[in-house]
T-cell receptor
Framework: SQQGEEDPQALSIQEGENATMNCSYK?????LQWYRQNSGRGLVHLIL?????REKHSGRLRVTLDTSKKSSSLLITASRAADTASYFC????????????FGQGTELSVKP | DVKVTQSSRYLVKRTGEKVFLECVQD?????MFWYRQDPGLGLRLIYF???????EKGDIPEGYSVSREKKERFSLILESASTNQTSMYLC?????????????FGDGTRLSIL
């Protein structure tokens, strides 16, 4: 069952702008992860935020987690054309033994 | 870096055939997973394995089976392929050591059943 819902489904921006993607989920979690997928390829892990963390940074990526609202956001700052990809959130729920439940993804297009 | 290798990027088979999709990881990971990805449906878990010779059904196991005879290899088997199994198949591996670990994905196999 899919518990992640992502918003928006598609996002188109210009290079240099920031991109924000949101993810909501339904059950309690151990952590929430963000992945990136280039067209026709596998998923690449970007960042993991634990349930007791509220914000995490990695380069141009900033992830927030609000467990009271069961939501997370991924911010990509100063976007580049090479950031064009689909982005997925995935939840590692407390009782799922390492299984991930994926959202349906946000398709990001960054125009040069 | 973790390397997860799926044996084929593209595969075309006929209905009724028995199809094997192979996945090998080189990091001695205990956990391995098979997903299928379809437009509008996202990634759905077919089967997973916590360790050698162990397997658990995911959300959509019907029509599939798996084999994990060696730690590094996790095979997905379509017993009698049908057209509704045309999809992108993704394999992933993960270590549970230390908790809160990400999954590492292969490049996927795009399978077409004619």
């Amino acid at each position: 069952s899919q518990q992640g819902e992502e918003d928006p489904q598609a996002l188109s921006i210009q290079e240099g702008e920031n991109a924000t993607m949101n993810c909501s989920y339904k059950t309690s979690i151990n952590n929430l992860q963000w992945y990136r997928q280039n067209s026709g390829r596998g998923l690449v892990h970007l960042i993991l935020i634990r349930s007791n963390e509220r914000e995490k940074h990695s380069g141009r990526l900033r992830v927030t987690l609000d467990t009271s609202k069961k939501s997370s956001s991924l911010l990509i700052t100063a976007s580049r054309a090479a950031d064009t990809a689909s982005y997925f959130c995935a939840t590692d729920a407390s009782n799922q033994g390492g299984k991930l439940i994926f959202g349906q993804g946000t398709e990001l297009s960054v125009k040069p | 870096d973790v390397k997860v290798t799926q044996s084929s990027r593209y595969l075309v088979k006929r209905t009724g055939e028995k199809v094997f999709l192979e996945c090998v990881q080189d990091m001695d990971h205990e956990n391995m997973f098979w997903y299928r990805q379809d437009p509008g449906l996202g990634l759905r878990l077919i089967y997973f394995s916590y360790d050698v010779k162990m397997k658990e059904k995911g959300d959509i196991p019907e029509g599939y089976s798996v084999s994990r005879e060696k730690k590094e290899r996790f095979s997905l088997i379509l017993e009698s392929a049908s057209t509704n199994q045309t999809s992108m198949y993704l394999c992933a591996s993960r270590t549970p050591q230390g908790g809160n670990q990400p999954q590492h994905f292969g490049d996927g196999t795009r399978l077409s059943i004619l």
